[in-house]
């Protein structure tokens, strides 16, 4: 599986692509750091591994912004992806098995064919309020 980071003209990380195919090694690898909104990551395992049943402490987080992970089932979709600047974009296109990390700043989607998306957000999310169309 290889990735890709996207920033913008300043550096800052705007989204992470994960083109299909298979990871390398056992174990766990998360594709955002821990001080990401949203923590992403790979679980490869042999045959009767287990991890043992478990809870999570009730944490109490503070988060700013909306993080999305968009995975790619079938077809192909052209992620537009913005920096600061609205007219910082650079584009991927995205087909079965990959899936696009979305950090900060902008982005759209251009559907290329039929194509069936999982997404994933950072919540609460109202999409009344949360979101704003940059014109383009």
């Not at 090694?25 to 790979?42: A, D």
Request: proline share 4%; with cysteine.
């Amino acid at each position: 599986m290889t990735s890709e980071h996207l920033r913008d003209k300043k550096g800052n990380l705007l989204a992470i692509v994960l083109y299909a195919g298979k990871p390398e090694g056992e174990g766990v690898r998360f594709f955002t750091s821990p001080e990401h909104i949203l923590q992403v990551g790979c679980m490869v395992w042999p045959k009767d591994h287990r991890i043992e049943p478990h809870i999570h402490n009730p944490q109490e987080r503070t988060t700013v912004g909306t993080a999305e992970v968009l995975f790619v089932k079938r077809g192909c979709v052209v992620a537009d992806i913005y920096g600061t600047e609205t007219t910082d974009v650079r584009s991927r296109a995205l087909h079965g098995g990959d899936v696009l990390i979305l950090l900060s700043g902008a982005h759209g989607f251009r559907f290329e064919r039929e194509t069936e998306c999982w997404e994933i957000k950072s919540g609460p999310y109202d999409a009344n309020t949360d979101k704003v169309h940059i014109g383009h």
